[in-house]
Structure formats: C-alpha cells, structure tokens
Nanobody, 115 residues
Framework: QVQLVESGGGLVQPGGSLRLSCAASGTIFAFVNMGWYRQAPGKERELVASITAGLTTNYADSVKGRFTISRDNAKNTLYLQINSLKPEDTAVYYC?????????WGQGTQVTVSS
C-alpha cells in the first residue's frame, strides 16, 4: 500500500513562495513518474506539474515559470517550489503518480494566497 503525505502549505501573500513536500512510502519511488495536483474550491482536481523517473518535467501553462517540481529518490520525497504566488493558486495540493492507476490520495496540503 503506497502512502503519500503532503506538507509545506500555508497562508502567504501574493508574490510569496512556498516549498511543498510529499513523502512517499510503500513503493519503489525512484521508478515512478510523479505529479503534483491541486483542487480549488468548486473545481476539479488538476495536474500542475509532473516529473518522470528520468527527471523530465512538465508544467501546466498556468504555473509555467513559477513552479518547479523536483524529487529526491534517496529520501523518497517529491517537492514543489512555488514562487510568485497568485490568489488563483489557492487550493489543496496533492501528490500522486502521474498516470492511472493512482495510489490512494493523501490528505493534501492547503495553500492559501491572500493579502
């Protein structure tokens, strides 16, 4: 059973930064293509960034140039550096595999951007 635990969210002002972390267990993390997702109130969950086992990254157009996904396979941890935060980035952020079948979703970490 794969377990995913997200952390690092918080309340920040527009223009601020956060670094989200996702600790994974129960899988051979290094071989798994991973993604960061977010779900804003009243909206569907969306993929915002992905990273393959070979370290190829991709980003949604809405976050390109502001978000950076990375991974530390030795620590079984996925990261998302978020810069230049905007109010529309407010959401619960989740990590999971990049494609189906997904692992069980963690509790996510709340990011709130507000002045």
């Amino acid at each position: 059973q794969v377990q995913l635990v997200e952390s690092g969210g918080g309340l920040v002002q527009p223009g601020g930064s956060l670094r989200l972390s996702c600790a994974a267990s129960g899988t051979i993390f290094a071989f798994v293509n991973m993604g960061w997702y977010r779900q804003a109130p009243g909206k569907e969950r969306e993929l915002v960034a992905s990273i393959t086992a070979g370290l190829t990254t991709n980003y949604a157009d809405s976050v390109k140039g502001r978000f950076t996904i990375s991974r530390d396979n030795a620590k079984n941890t996925l990261y998302l550096q978020i810069n230049s935060l905007k109010p529309e980035d407010t959401a619960v952020y989740y990590c999971n595999k990049y494609s189906i079948p997904y692992s069980s979703w963690g509790q996510g970490t709340q990011v709130t951007v507000s002045s």
